[in-house]
């Protein structure tokens, strides 16, 4: 199976900073990778598909990275709907794993 | 629009049975591949399975193989998984996931999910 290791596992920040998270596959998954958003007591929600591609009406602020085995999600300018848990996926193979989730919180 | 609901998940004890249900409506359910993701509470996302949109592949984690079965009936536009020999390790909301379009398993569309608690 494919591990998936994201970093950090939370972060504080303010609103209008940059944010970027990082994730690594135990093995390349080419650029088969999804990020997803979750706020509390909701389902997940894709933000990025294809390691970079902008998932339709998700704001431009969202961007991906990467290929092989490390990815990034970055945040250009935090705003306040945007603190959430964010976890990274790899679509190469089955089983499809999840990294252990980022939460991003305010400072 | 899309819509998925999920039904079907209690509190349920050690080694009975369940099956959970997703009603699927807004898209041509038939034509789309549908999984099943887990998440214990306050823990992380966990992938379970997926079926093909015609219920010709059906893959499973490894934690799940020889007690859970995917289905669908593509008549009703609902996707089921039937669930034996639950354990408290199984005990998490599970959602059903529509399979974005395209060859790759992202997804797209999740239901609001369904909670089974299972107790030793």
């Known amino acids: 199976d494919i591990q998936m290791t994201q970093s950090p596992s939370s972060v504080s920040a303010s609103v209008g900073d940059r944010v970027t998270i990082t994730c690594r596959a135990s093995?390349?998954?080419?650029?088969?990778l999804a990020w997803y958003q979750q706020k509390p007591g909701k389902p997940p929600k894709i933000l990025i598909y294809?390691?970079?591609s902008l998932q339709s009406g998700v704001p431009s602020r969202f961007s991906g990275s990467g290929s092989g085995t490390d990815f990034a999600l970055t945040i250009s300018s935090l705003q306040p709907e945007d603190f959430a848990t964010y976890y990274c996926?790899?679509?190469?193979?089955?089983?499809?794993?999840f990294g252990g989730g980022t939460k991003v919180e305010i400072k | 629009q899309v819509l998925l609901v999920e039904s079907g998940g209690g509190v349920v004890q050690r080694g009975w049975s369940l099956r959970l249900s997703c009603a699927a409506s807004?898209?041509?359910?038939?034509?789309?591949?549908m999984h099943w993701v887990r998440q214990a509470p306050g823990k992380g996302l966990e992938w379970v399975s997926y079926?093909?949109?015609?219920?010709?592949?059906?893959y499973y984690t490894d934690s799940v193989k020889g007690r859970f079965t995917i289905s669908r009936d593509n008549s009703q536009n609902t996707l089921y998984l039937q669930m034996n020999s639950l354990i408290p390790e199984d005990t998490a909301v599970y959602y059903c996931?529509?399979?974005?379009?395209?060859?790759?398993?992202?997804?797209?569309?999740w239901g609001q999910g369904t909670l089974v608690s299972v107790s030793s």
């Open positions: 996931a529509k399979k974005k379009e395209g060859d790759t398993d992202y997804f797209d569309y």
């Open positions: 807004g898209f041509p359910f038939g034509s789309y591949g």
């Open positions: 079926i093909r949109y015609d219920g010709s592949a059906k």
């Open positions: 093995q390349g998954v080419r650029s088969w």
């Open positions: 294809g390691a970079s």
């Open positions: 996926q790899q679509a190469n193979s089955f089983p499809l794993t």
